[in-house]
Nanobody, 124 residues
């Protein structure tokens, strides 16, 4: 499975961005897709995950109501719509794929495949 993340950039606080993650390769290897982020000097942090076939989702509590994960099966692409961005959302955002579903999709070590990351910078 190959993952290509895009859509990052510089945005002012309160603004929005939409990240995309295009997946290619063996579809059975990606039952779920997730977004994580990592700020300098911090641990990689779970953001959201989506079940590829059913569309069920998990969100980190701090992102609920501001971030929305979705997928387009026809385009093999997962999106992360980020609204009301805050400076503390500044990080490199990574998409990842795993061949399972359940609460473990909130844990980075559960994932088998990772994209290259896209930088999101929110200015105050």
């Amino acid at each position: 499975v190959q993952l290509q993340a895009s859509g990052g950039g510089l945005v002012q606080a309160g603004g929005s961005l939409r990240l995309s993650c295009a997946a290619s390769g063996r579809t059975f290897s990606r039952a779920a897709m997730g977004w994580f982020r990592q700020a300098p000097g911090k641990e990689r942090e779970f953001v959201a995950a989506i079940n590829w076939s059913r569309g069920n989702t998990y969100y980190a509590d701090s992102m609920k109501g501001r971030f929305t994960i979705s997928r387009d099966n026809a385009k093999n692409t997962v999106y992360l719509q980020m609204n009301s961005l805050k400076p503390e959302d500044t990080a490199v955002y990574y998409c990842a794929a795993v061949n399972s579903w359940g609460p473990a999709v909130t844990i980075a070590t559960s994932y088998d495949y990772w994209g290259q990351g896209t930088q999101v910078t929110v200015s105050s």
